[in-house]
């Protein structure tokens, strides 16, 4: 286990701390507020999703030069934050089990898009090959957890429910992503190290993680300034 490895949890947690923090908000907000609302802590929980993802990457070695896609790193950012999106929207509105269970697939096939996205905008010369097995167990991870998170974050509006439920959806998103590097096996090129791949720097992603987390901790403030009132 590595800092990066750490690190890329406490970020999924805060996110998710976070996100369901500024959704607890929604319900008691009407019209054109509530939908501000929602967009706010799908932001935060896709961010969270895509920091957690990239951060875990920065630690990763592959033997080879890397960088990434620009567009694809983009994509996988807008798969995690409509994800998050649709199922938030859909844990709002509708009632009962049956939307909790929808919203939650919702964001667990969210958390899987934008993983398998977000390694496709890798760039190496190194050979990238996943085993079948182990990338469906890493979606049916990120799925029952995020459907338990969402039932859990339903049962009370305590703190410790809600911690629970951040410690569920911070897991599913942690658990995941090692389950599906588990399945992934990387084959070095001998004349990798010479061969530069197109593409962002590491150093630049880093840079654009660092920012959404800032603005995570942001909306964080903001939003427990707010539940204040």
Known sequence: VSVFDGLSFLVAVFAAWTALDLFRQVRSRPGAARLVWLATAATVMGGGIWSMHFIAMLGAESGAAVRYDPTLT???FLLAVVGSSLAFLIAASRKGRLGLV???AIMGASIC???FVGMAALRTSATLA???GAVALSAVVALFASIAALFAVEQDRSRLWRLTAALILGLAVVGMHHVAMAALTVTAIQTAAQVQPPGA???ML?????AVTLVIRFLA???SMIGQR
């Open 113 to 115: 898009a934008m993983h």
């Open 74 to 76: 983009v994509v996988s």
């Open 102 to 104: 929808l919203a939650g």
């Open 201 to 203: 720097s590491p150093l």
């Open 221 to 223: 403030l903001a939003a």
């Open 130 to 132: 996943y085993a079948p």
């Open 206 to 210: 880093a840079v654009g993680v660092t």
